[in-house]
């Protein structure tokens, strides 16, 4: 089945979209890029009217926002013009506009407009440096307070999931779940040097420095013995 064609989304303001839970959100982007080390360089993938690579570039980051949207943009370049805006289509080849590779790649309520959302990772990951971040929000995460978050891996280096846990312990959406606990991260590629550390060393510490409970493993996985987990009952 073929991508349905863009519509252009009318922005007529420069203020956040979805009004208060957008500023809400933007505070939340700004909080964490400010606590990541190394980061100089931003791109801000799906703009919109470029309120949050406005904030951003406010705090001295070098910002460079994509948007297909031409009104978003025009508001854009009107108010930050300290950021360097260009309309591209997060589905096309972005290669194209022989861009530089960015230290962090965000963006704010896109992934879930995508008919395909892996369109949007795999366009993040075309513009981010082999040792950079990735920051993605939106409004429809599930409510998980209360609930145990269980995770497994496969592929995998050990920094990536290293990196992966802080990102997940520090979000501030789960800081009111139950628990955690991981499961099997198989065929993980040998790392030149050696990390030095297991994933569960690691999931625990994070848990430990986030507040949030470290529940152990768990017996699931990407492989045959995987076992059945029943969401909503109490085990």
Not at 39 to 53: E, F, K, M, P, S
Not at 83 to 107: K, M, N, R
Request: with cysteine; hydrophobic share 40%; charged share 25%.
């Amino acid at each position: 089945m073929a991508t349905p064609a863009y519509t252009e989304f009318e922005w007529q303001a420069e203020a956040a979209g979805n009004g208060e839970s957008g500023e809400k959100l933007t505070e939340v982007f700004v909080t964490l890029v400010k606590q990541l080390d190394g980061v100089r360089t931003i791109c801000d993938l799906g703009c919109g009217n470029g309120h949050i690579a406005g904030r951003l570039a406010a705090h001295g980051y070098e910002v460079t926002g994509i948007d297909a949207s031409r009104s978003g943009l025009s508001i854009a370049k009107r108010a930050y013009p300290n950021v360097h805006f260009i309309e591209g289509l997060i589905t096309d080849d972005l290669a194209q506009l022989q861009l530089q590779t960015f230290d962090l790649v965000v963006s704010s309520d896109v992934i879930e407009h995508l008919y395909r959302p892996s369109d949007l990772l795999e366009a993040a990951f075309s513009l981010l440096k082999p040792q950079g971040h990735l920051l993605i929000g939106t409004p429809y995460q599930p409510d998980l307070t209360g609930h145990v978050l269980m995770l497994e891996e496969v592929g995998e280096y050990t920094y990536r999931i290293d990196r992966s846990l802080f990102h997940i312990t520090g979000a501030t959406s789960l800081r009111g779940i139950a628990g955690l606990r991981l499961g099997r991260c198989s065929a993980v590629p040998e790392n030149d040097p050696v990390f030095g550390r297991d994933e569960a060393d690691l999931a625990e510490e994070w848990c430990r420095r986030h507040g949030i409970a470290w529940l152990g493993r768990a017996d699931i996985g990407h492989d045959a013995d995987n076992k059945v987990v029943p969401y909503g009952k109490l085990l």
